[in-house]
Each structure stands twice: as C-alpha cells, then as structure tokens.
C-alpha cells in the first residue's frame, strides 16, 4: 500500500485559509492538536481524491518570526511528511502575503499558489495578470473564491498535478551577489555535519538570520558556528544593516518588482465599504459605546437568555425529571406543582407540630402549625398557618402528573431509571448508572446548548473581522497585567461560566497570553458562585450589601494580581517579539463557516473534556454515596460517606484559614461537581435534615455555630478562587492541552487561594483579638512574599521595549 | 530619531530602519515594515494606545512601545 499523501495548506491569518479548507475537503474532517502546544491542527481528505489529505497548517505571516504557530507550521513542512504546499494568499493584500509565498518556494516542495478573493479584486478594480506572476514565482498561481467556490476545480486539477509529481520545484528568489555568497559559505561550512536535505536553501537562510530554532536543531559545533557568525558579520558590516533585515529587505523589494509587473491596474484611492464600517466602529467616540453594546449582546443572548435557556432545558428537563415539548402546558403544570408543595409543606408541619404535642395529626382539630417558606439562600419569605382544617385539605391534594398538562416528554434520567427497573437491575449498579453516569453524562452535555449559542458568536465575531478590534479597543487595559486585549472575551464569558470562557480562550492567538487566560479566567465569580456568595451573605453577614461586590472585587483583583504576577516567570513572560496584530477588512461570513466552527469547538468539548468530567463526576458520587459500615462498603448517608472521613482526615489543612471542620471541607470537595454544591451540601450537613428541599432550610443559625464572620468570609474567598468545578477543569485541560499545564493552573489556583485566605483570616484575627501570633507572622510573611513578587522588576523585559520608550 | 511612535494622526511616514533584538524585527518585517516602507498612522484607539497604521494597503495594529522600534524619517 503506498504511503497517504499530504499536502500542507499555509497562509496568513485572514487570507480565507479556513473557508478554502472547508471547501476542498466538506465533511471530512477531524481536529487535534499539534503535539505538545495549544495549536490547533485540522485534517480534512481532498474532495477529488479522499487517499489525500490536506493539512491545515496555522495561519502565519513567515516561517521565521519565532512564534508557536510558526514552529509547528515550520516543523511540519521540513518533516518530509507533505508532499506539496497548498499556499493561500489574500488578493486584496499580495504584498504582504506573498513575503510568506517567497519563503514557502525555499523549501524544496512543490508549491500551488491559490489567489482568493478575486470576486473582491475585481469589484476594487484591482487587475493582475496571474499568469505572469505564475512565470515570475515559476509555480501554478491560480484564481479563486473560496467564499463563492469559485476555481475550486482548476486549483483541484492543479493539486493532482502535483500530487503525480508533475510539477516543476519553485525556483527561489536570488539575493545579491554578497548575500548569496555568504549563503554559499554557510553551505560548505555546514556540509561535513549536516547531510543536505531537499529544503536546504531555506535552511541556509534561517542560518543566516541566526535562527535560534534552526541552529538547535542542526547542533552545529563551536568551531562552525562561529565560523557562520563570523561570515555574517561580514555582509553586515558591508551593508551596514543586519542580517534579519537584509534578508526580509530584500524579499520584499524582490515582491515589489514582481507585482510592478504583474499587476496591471491598481483601483485604490476610494474608501472600501470596510473601510467606511472602521470609520464608525473604532471610532475614537462611538468607539467605546458600540463595543459595550455588542459585548452585552454576545453575553446577554449566550449567558442570560438563549443559551441559559438552553442549558436550563438540558439541565432540568432533558437530563432533570423532563420537559414539555415547546413548553405547552409549562406554566398550568407550574402552578399546579406549587399548590402541591405548599400542601406537602402544610402537611409536614401539622404532623411534626402534632408528635411534639403528643397528638394525633388526624385528631388534633384544634391545633394550628406555622409554614415559614425561605428564599434561595435561606432568608424568610413568607409565613402562614396551617389549621386543621388546611391539613386535611392538603391530604387531598394529589402530585400533578405533567403528562396530563400537555404533551410532556420524560428526561434521559427518568427513561434510564424505567429501564433499569425493567431489567430487574441490583440496587448499586441501579445507583451508579443513574446518579453516577447519567449524571456525569448530563453534567457534560448540560454546558454544550450555551456553549453552541456562544461559539457561534465567537465564529461570526472572528470571520467578519469585528474580533480584531475588540482587541484593539481593550488592548491597552490587559497589557497592564500582562494580557492583551484578546483575553477581553474570555474573562467576560467566565463571568457567566467558567467553562466556555475558557474554551473561548481559542481565540487568543499568543499561546503564553492563551495559557496565562486559561488559568487566571476561572477565578471570575460565575454564575454557580452566586448562590455561594448569597449564602455565606445570608448566614452570618445579614445580607450585607457589600460581601457580593467585595466577592467580584477579589476575584477581579486576584485576577489582575496573577497576571502581573506570572508574566514575570519565564514561562509565561511575553513574548519577545513585540505584539502585532491585523486589522482584516470586514467581511460578511459564510454561514457555513460559522456553524462549521462553532459545531467543531463543541464537539471538541465534549471530546476532550468530557472524560475527565464524567470520571471525575462518578468518584465524587460514588465517595458521596458510600462508606464503610458494618464491616463492608455500603450505600450511606452523606455524613459517614468515605467523603466524610476523607474531610476530617484532611481538615487540619483548612485550620489555618478559619474553618478546620470536615463539614466545610466536604461542602467544599462537592462543590468541585459544582460550586453551587456547597450550599446544597451545607443544607445537608449543616441543616441535620435527610433531605432539604430549596426553600426550605434553617441553617442559618446552624452555621453560625461552626462560623465566624471572619472564617465564612475567608472560606467564601477560598472557595470563589481555588481550583474550580471539573466541568471547567476539563475546559483548561482542553484548552492546555498538557496534564502538566493543567496540574499547575489548578495547583496555582488552590495555592493562591489558600494564600489569600490565610492572609485574610490570620490578619483578621489579629486585629480583632482572637489571633495567634505564629498565625499572624507567617500570614505577613506570606503577605510579603506576595507583595515582592507583585512589585518586583519584571527580569525578563525586553531590551528594546525600554529604549523605545521616549 | 524620530520614531513610529510619534508621528500625528494622518501623518505618512517612511521607515529609515529597525531598531530592538532580531525577535522584534523579525515579527515587523513579517508584517511588512522594512526600510522605506511608506506608512500612515490612520488612528488611535480610545484608551490612546495602541495605534492604526495602513502598512502595504492593508491596517495593521502596533502598540505605542513597539512603534517605538521603528525609526522614521
């Protein structure tokens, strides 16, 4: 069998790389990651030929400006893996784009030049004769549209060409005779050591611009690279110019010379309509307005109402009891449900009123109970009697069946459950499947509906340019922490949910501001953390105005802090090379495209996170639900559950910060399915109950025993920033591609947490008299540790950036 | 020197030469600024860094400390 073929698509970012993609390979496509980075990686087989596959490489300006998406793409076409370069370039910008063309003929492959865009060439009124460019590059240069699948065919034929092996290898660019020669020399030099491959002249360039990469991978000994720097310092002292920009000089006059030729008429002059729309969407007043309108929109339509919808329906109805279908019958079932519970609640109280005054419930006619119905966090809403008369009446009321309001669909749970019993399934396995698996599959699945809503915006917000410059307007905010203003999106996401905010960190194209967003994105208090703050504020603040706000200002604030604070260790120290950053004309996006993109990011959720949620879903029920009893593993209430001891043996932990009893401990291990767990759990624990429905616990007095205000605000804080719900553990898994990366954004968070509210509670304690000295001591050496790290000089600033300044 | 950072708005300028590590100019004259390149600063975003430039026929958007790397005539 021979070998698969492949070709390798490059261009730059913008150039319609992922339309053309799209549209020479349809459905057949699967993504990865390129091993070892964040950079994504597509395959998709040819349309004309499925044996061959085309290789969507990330989009780059040049194979040498020492970025990731560089490398991985360099690395690919030296590997001897493609067979033939595919390279897309912008019609509309040739200039730019062909510096990469010039670099792309070097390399010793066959190289088919896809022009796009021409139906915008021709509207400009642009002409260029591609058949001249085609002699001058001495490779097929071909017209098309990728938007409008125009040429497709020709380019196809073309590639088949190539594949056959029918087409001639580009003939490079010359440099001046002194570059040349010095090229020459590098040759000989390197000869003895490294065997000559096919794409040796770019090879001997990168060497001559002192490619960091290059020289690494070849070894070269002392004695021949000093001979090499010795040969450049030559030809610079020559030309007095360095050999970085001799070489890129040089390349772009050679480009210059070839569309003097080739390029016969030039339409510019007038304003496009992009330009028109950039002249009202960055402008320097509208500007701000514009922006905060459609950020609340994208938030607004994915985090509040469409995709909320959506993720409540997959919740509570497709993976809940069920749901109506297109909510016929909803609101009468509702009400019906609420008169029901309030019966239930009337008739639990009359009972319980009636065994504490040694009666029969059914005989007591002259004894009146108290209904008092509590809020989501616990504050009393309302509070009526129940007399005798009520309480019979309630025993009459009946459980709604919601089949009777409309035609109601039952959820995946309640399908599961009927088939196991069925089937006649023992009690654990029932159990595992239905709370374990069901529930871990539903905790997956649950976050897709909000996530397709959102990653159809990220999708429309990349292709028709907009992206770009919410980057441009927000840039100069995050660069003060170490960010740049791509991170914008994925921290205002994570305020509604971690887990897509993550995910949006795809957009970010710099992999070391991608995985300084991943991991400081998840301290934002998403909307799982509000019933937290809200109980916590309840208990033991009186619903104090600030303890919410103050919660947002800490986790904004921890954000701001880890940035500052990780840009200054190397590994996410920016980038030496300076951030640049493409305003593309704005352009309408083909639809499919952006369902294309959107479905994709989805399902590599799913995917790639998805295991680790779902394993790690069934270990905490399973810790949750059993225990050792009698001698052998047994189904158990939750306060003797293996989670229990587990929280009492590791307690101690959690002394320092204030709240040292595995009570806590255990709300807060529940709160990693998510972060809302806590309350449940403390309603649980705290509330002594079997069972506790939303409205109705009294553990505010409860948790005032265990709790000081100074401790319940130190585990508030503790809780909003370490490490989040796994959900979102497997975004940042995902996102990182890396365990160790990963290992250390959980591990940062949970330490920085655990720092904080040690600080806090130690400092707080201090002052308020019930502190202890060694407590109080290292909560200040930590707090100086922080501090230097907070203000230290950054040492790894780049040179050129503090002679700049003027 | 004058550099990139500090021309007007409106202003075309032409590049004299690349200042800062190979890093840096590499990354520039991938976006197409060398030597006699003709360059305008089109605009400034709203929080006065970083700025527009029309580079080549096309917007490209540089902040203020690495428009400083450019020298201009």
Known sequence: MSREIAIALAGNPNSGKSTLFNALTGARQS?????????????????????????????????????????????????GEPSLILNIVDGTNLERNLYLTTQLCELGLPVVVAVNMM??????????????????????????????????????????????????????????????????DIADLIRPVAPSVPGERSRLIALFERDAHEMERLQLPAGVSSAIEE???????????????????????????????????????????????????????????????????????????????????ANDGLFGDGFFFLGRGREAYDEKFEEFELAEMSIESFEEEAEAAGLEAE??????????????????????????????????????????????????????????????????????????????????????????????????????????????????????????????????????CAVPGVMAARTIENERDRRLTVATAPFMPCGAKLPVIALIAGALFADAWWVAPSAYFASIAAILISGIVLKKFRAFAGDAAPFVLELPSYRLPRPGDVLRSMLERAWSFIKRAGSIILLAQVFVWFATSYGWADGAVRAVEQDQSFLAVLGSAVSWIFAPLGWGHWQAVVATITGLIAKENVVGTFGTLYGGFAEVSESGWEIWANMRVHFTALSAYSFLLFNLLCLPCFAAIGAIRREMNSARWTLFAIGYQTGFAYVVSLIFYQLGAMFSGTGSIIGFIVALALLGVMLYLLLRPNPNRRPALATARS | MKTLAEVQIGDRVQVR?????????????????????????????????????????????????????????
């Open chain 1, 363 to 496: 005989a007591a006619t002259d004894l009146v109970s108290e209904v008092i119905l509590f809020g989501e966090s616990g504050e009393e809403e309302d509070r009526f009697p129940v007399t005798h008369a009520d309480y019979l009446a309630a025993l009459d009321v009946e459980e709604p069946d919601p089949a009777a309001f409309g035609p109601w669909v039952p959820g995946v749970p309640v399908l599961v459950e009927q088939a196991l019993e069925a089937g006649n399934v023992s009690g654990w396995l029932h159990d595992l499947v239905l709370d374990g698996i069901v529930a871990g599959v539903g905790a997956v699945l649950g976050f897709v509906p909000q996530m397709l809503v959102l990653f159809f915006f990220l999708a429309l917000l990349e292709a028709c340019g907009y992206m770009a410059r919410i980057a441009f307007v927000m840039d100069r905010i995050f660069r003060s922490f170490g960010l740049s203003g791509t991170s914008f999106i994925p921290m205002l996401v994570s305020t509604g």
């Open chain 1, 231 to 313: 040969r450049i310092s030559r030809v610079e002292a020559e030309f007095d110019d360095d050999a970085v920009s001799l070489i890129g000089q040089e390349r772009y006059q050679a480009i210059q010379r070839l569309l003097a030729s080739s390029r016969l008429e030039h339409g510019r002059g007038q304003l496009t309509v992009s330009d028109r729309i950039d002249l009202v969407v960055t402008n320097r007043i509208l500007a701000l307005p514009i922006f905060a309108v459609v950020m609340f929109l994208v938030y607004y339509l994915s985090v509040s109402t469409v995709g909320g919808w959506w993720t409540d329906w």
């Open chain 1, 119 to 184: 139906d915008v060439v021709k509207r400009t009124g642009d002409r260029i004769d591609l058949e001249r460019l085609a002699a001058e590059l001495s490779c097929p240069v071909l017209p098309v549209s990728a938007l409008l699948g125009e040429g497709l065919d020709a380019l196809t034929a073309a590639l088949l060409q190539g594949i056959r092996g029918e087409l001639p290898l580009p003939q490079p660019r010359t440099f001046p005779a002194a570059i040349e020669s010095a090229l020459a």
């Open chain 2, 17 to 73: 030469r690349l200042h800062g590590t190979d890093q840096v100019k590499r990354r520039l004259l991938s976006m197409g600024i060398t030597k006699g390149t003709q360059i305008e600063l089109r605009k400034v975003a709203p929080l006065g860094d970083p700025l527009e430039l029309t580079v080549r026929g096309y917007e490209l958007s540089l902040r203020r400390a690495d428009a400083g790397c450019v020298e201009v005539d």
């Open chain 1, 31 to 79: 993504v990865g990651n390129w091993p070892g980075v964040t950079v994504e990686k597509k395959t998709g087989r040819l349309k004309a030929q499925s044996d061959c596959q085309l290789v969507d490489l990330p989009g780059i300006y040049s194979l040498a400006a020492g970025s990731v998406d560089e490398i991985v793409a360099r690395d690919y076409l030296v590997s």
